[in-house]
Nanobody, 123 residues
Framework: VQLQASGGGLVQAGDSLSLSCIVLRNIGSPKAVGWFRQGPGKDREFISVISWNGGRVYYIDSVKGRFTISRDNAKNTVYLRMNNLTPEDTAVYYC?????????????????WGQGTQVTVSS
């Protein structure tokens, strides 16, 4: 396992959760770390990404204003703070590390993936 994702759980609509993704040092510093999610019966969906140097961030429209991505380079960790969760946010959440300059929203651009952490939001 090159990335370790954690922090998922069962919450109610309107609650918050914070996910963490540790990038193991043996794979070096990535260009960027992204978060994706895959809901039941759905394709894996890009949510957000942060560049390792410079901290540029991008979000999909449906999470803007609710989710915040951040990083702690000293801890090799990327976080995803999720506020005001809705049942539509229910999914397995994955973090992934990218070591190239390909499009950040594409799953194929990422070289390493975490194991996924389940987020379930009840109404």
């Amino acid at each position: 396992v090159q990335l370790q994702a954690s922090g998922g759980g069962l919450v109610q609509a309107g609650d918050s959760l914070s996910l963490s993704c540790i990038v193991l040092r043996n794979i070096g510093s990535p260009k960027a770390v992204g978060w994706f999610r895959q809901g039941p019966g759905k394709d894996r969906e890009f949510i957000s990404v942060i560049s390792w140097n410079g901290g540029r961030v991008y979000y999909i429209d449906s999470v803007k204003g609710r989710f915040t991505i951040s990083r702690d380079n000293a801890k090799n960790t990327v976080y995803l703070r999720m506020n005001n969760l809705t049942p539509e946010d229910t999914a397995v959440y994955y973090c992934a590390a990218k070591y190239n300059s390909r499009n950040y929203y594409s799953t194929t651009a990422y070289n390493y993936w975490g194991q996924g952490t389940q987020v379930t939001v009840s109404s």
